[in-house]
């Protein structure tokens, strides 16, 4: 099913986020993957996403979880996809390919440098930025588009009112839907939504949660993304860092706090990413009531 089909059938939408295994014993993760996977879907998941590996290097294992998640666990997929080093012929070769398997949906991205480049270059007939892959899906295909937004500013833009206009000019061009960046502030996000929608945005802008369960995680996250983290929360993590469980409870209650309040507020779905592990959004969701999660 598509994305626009999915938002507007129901009220409250749970999706669930996961990564291609890298390693040894590849199909033996793939295997335990789709075993967590199965864990969740006692939570009529509308969708899971699959992302794609920088440099596209990934690209055929994605492409094998996304259509291992659809025929075998009967879930919707929403394959990520980047344009890192990528020309057009083969962007579409591999769009086409999806589509012609069955998968309905799209999270377009442009993708981050490459390992040690500290800025994105254009690839030799390819694209720049994410709107032109947009474009490119819904000139080429029939799919439905997911695209990325940021709560707290993408890293490279210099403010969030023109981070947000970059959005806008994603969703005119065919997005159906935003799917954000985490972050542990939801008044971030509100204030986001509020912004974005000033400036005539009407889909849904979805966000992306992380249930934190160790300090180690945090601090890599405020390292590498710039996440703010509010001090309260963090200080705690920090009080009981050697403390396994204490961690686990502190993020996954913070994880349930910031949720109910989001659904308090409205919000058309909560996005997790599960890190493919089971437990901590389990937890989150066996603690959150959401009728319409029965329905
Ligand atoms: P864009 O929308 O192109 O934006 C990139 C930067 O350029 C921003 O600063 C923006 O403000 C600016 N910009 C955009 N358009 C223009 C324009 N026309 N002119 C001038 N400036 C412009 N990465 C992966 O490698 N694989 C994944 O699977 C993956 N999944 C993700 C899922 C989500 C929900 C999110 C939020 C991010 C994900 N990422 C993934 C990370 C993403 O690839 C990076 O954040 C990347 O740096 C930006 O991608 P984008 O699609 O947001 O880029």
């Not at 295909?141 to 947000?164: F, M, Q, R, W």
Request: aromatic fraction near 10%; hydrophobic fraction near 35%; charge should be negative.
């Amino acid at each position: 099913m598509k994305l626009t089909q999915i938002y507007n059938n129901k009220d409250f939408i749970i999706s669930f986020e996961v990564f291609p295994p890298k390693g040894d014993d590849v199909n033996q993760k793939i295997d335990l993957l789709i075993d967590e996977l199965s864990v969740l879907s006692k939570f009529n998941p509308a969708f899971i996403s699959v992302t794609y590996g920088a440099g596209g290097n990934t690209h055929e294992r994605s492409f094998n979880i996304s259509l291992k998640i659809k025929n075998e666990l009967k879930i919707n997929v929403v394959s990520h996809f980047t344009c890192v080093g990528a020309v057009k012929e083969d962007i579409l070769t591999q769009i086409k390919y999806l589509e012609n398997n069955g998968i309905r949906n799209i999270l377009a991205l442009r993708g981050d440098p490459p390992k040690g480049e500290t800025k994105f270059i254009k690839p030799s007939g390819g694209f720049g930025y994410a709107n032109e892959l947009v474009e490119f899906i819904k000139k080429n295909t029939d799919l439905s588009i997911a695209v990325a937004g940021y709560p707290e500013c993408h890293p490279e833009c210099e403010n969030l009112e023109k981070d947000i206009m970059n959005l806008k000019r994603k969703i005119d061009l065919g997005g159906d839907v935003v799917i954000t960046q985490v972050f542990y502030n939801n008044d971030v996000f509100f204030n986001f939504i509020e912004k974005t929608q000033k400036t005539g945005v009407n889909i849904p802008i979805i966000p992306g949660i992380l249930p934190i369960t160790s300090y180690a995680q945090i601090e890599r996250m405020i390292e590498l993304s710039g996440t703010k983290v509010p001090d309260k929360f963090k200080n705690k993590l920090e009080k009981y860092k050697d403390d396994k469980t204490a961690t686990q409870e502190i993020g996954i209650n913070y994880a349930i706090e910031q949720c109910e309040e989001l659904i308090n507020n409205q919000v058309k779905g909560i996005h997790f990413y599960t890190l493919n592990k089971a437990f901590a959004t389990e937890k989150v969701l066996d603690n959150l009531s959401i009728p319409q999660l029965l329905i």
